[in-house]
């Protein structure tokens, strides 16, 4: 339904790689579909800018500008070429009279992200390093139409060190399940993580 051109034509926008989209705490009454490409969604904490999560196609951002009168609660910044559906908050409630999927396809990504958070909290609490990491890769895996992860969206996201994550695959590597590059992790196939995490 959202990658019809005569939406795009009417609420389409497109945006380079490391471009802010919106800032946490401004106003804000847009809502974003996101048409083709990646964001990463960003706080700030202590001063310091963490990635809290990496989303792409078939996700809304900015949901909660529709929905509450309140100051934006994150930074969302392109990590790559992205298109976009932008809504003005009166333009989304005049488009879910007419198509009222638009509320099911809201509810879906809303709850996708729930599971998702849930999943990565547990991750996140995970004591045994090696057990959070191919925690996280097996999610991003499920999720994604491809079996390439950034190695600093792993180690932004785990909050671990990049000798940490390469000291931890290494064996795998050597295994022929993975390959490792200077940017990204390709994963061969997935079965061994199972096997792994049973």
Known sequence: MFDNPILFKKFGQEYDAEEIVFCEYERGEELYYIVSGKVKISKIMKNNEKVVAYIGKGEFVGEMAIFENKPRTATVITVEKTKFLKFKKIEFFQLI????????????????????????????????????????????????????????????????????????LLPYQKKSYLRITTTDIFINETGWIKRKLK
């Open 97 to 168: 009279k007419t198509a009222p999927i638009l509320v099911i396809e809201l509810i879906k990504c809303l709850s996708k992200r729930n599971r998702r958070t849930l999943e990565q909290m547990n991750s996140l609490l995970e004591k045994d390093l090696e057990k959070k990491i191919l925690e996280y890769i097996y999610l991003k895996l499920n999720e994604k139409e491809t079996n390439e992860i950034k190695i600093s969206e792993i180690i932004s996201i785990l909050n671990i060190t990049r000798d940490e994550l390469l000291e931890t």
